[in-house]
C-alpha cells in the first residue's frame, strides 16, 4: 500500500510539470534505475541519472513547439518552421 502512496504522489506532482521538467524527472528516474542495476553501484546509479535527466530535458525541450522541426540552411544556420 506504501508504494501505491507513493507512486500516486509522484505522478501527481508530474501533472503540474511543464514537459522539460516531465522529462527530466522521467529520464533521471530511469537513468537511475538502468544505471544501478548495470553496475551495481551507487555512484553508477548517479551517473545514470545526470546522463538521463540530461537526455530526458533535450526531449521534453522538443516536444514544445509540436508539428514544428528544425531545419539547416545551406550556409549551417539553424531554422524552425512547419514539419513537412
Known sequence: MK???LIAA???TLAS???TEKGTAIGAGSGALIGGAVT???GGAAIGAVG???IGAAIGESQKRNGYCV???RYGRTYEA???
Do not use: E, F, P, Q
Open 3 to 5: 508504494k501505491i502512496m
Open 10 to 12: 509522484l505522478v501527481g
Open 17 to 19: 510539470c511543464t514537459s
Open 40 to 42: 551495481n553501484s551507487w
Open 52 to 54: 538521463g535527466g540530461l
Open 71 to 73: 531545419y539547416r540552411d
Open 82 to 84: 512547419r514539419c513537412r
